[in-house]
């Protein structure tokens, strides 16, 4: 395990170079096991350069880079489908209402990794009403929770919506499915 650690410092170094100074905004890097995650944001004009970069895997640790909007609030990883490794979410806001989303991968068996879809919460029939953004995310018992308040006619109602994901593996690509929702 020192080994893992002494080697993720010395990745970390690399791949942040002084060669290759970006501003950094957002910066985190995460561990479940020998497989790690180093997550970073950098300005890239209007947008942000979100930058995912595996460590550990045994076939591909090719980082994952993405422009978003908004900003990055927090990530996280766990063992969602309970398979010995990890799958890392990394959640964003974005907009006047700070509407919420969730970047995230899962590692093909220590492999490698792959895209995690979140389905737009307006796109989804199921509780997108009354939705305005100002989601929260965590992930609680290998589920991924969002909540977010209710707004009736452009106004918080003071109630909140919470929505329970599970992960499910696909062949290309894996999803969030929305198991349960409730209202309190």
């Not at 907009?95 to 919420?100: A, I, L």
């Not at 590692?107 to 990794?113: D, L, P």
Request: proline share 4%; net charge negative.
């Amino acid at each position: 395990m020192k080994l893992f650690q002494v080697s993720l410092l010395f990745i970390s170094l690399a791949l942040f170079s002084c060669d290759n100074v970006e501003p950094t905004i957002y910066s985190k890097v995460l561990t479940h096991g020998e497989i790690g995650f180093n997550i970073s944001t950098t300005p890239d004009g209007e947008a942000v350069k979100l930058t995912i970069a595996p460590i550990g895997l045994s076939v591909d640790n090719t980082p994952f880079i993405k422009k978003i909007s908004g900003k990055v609030t927090n990530s996280e990883i766990g063992d969602m489908n309970g398979d010995g490794f990890p799958e890392l979410l990394v959640y964003t806001k974005a907009g006047e209402n700070n509407t919420g989303n969730v970047e995230a991968v899962f590692t093909n068996g220590g492999k490698s990794i792959s895209l995690i879809y979140f389905r737009p919460t307006a796109e989804d029939s199921r509780i997108s009403t009354g939705y305005n953004g100002h989601d929260e995310f965590k992930l609680i018992d290998n589920q991924l929770r969002q909540r977010f308040p209710i707004y009736e006619n452009g106004k918080a109602t003071g109630r909140t919506r919470q929505a329970m994901y599970s992960f499910e593996n696909g062949e290309d690509m894996g999803i969030f499915k929305l198991e349960n929702v409730s209202e309190y």
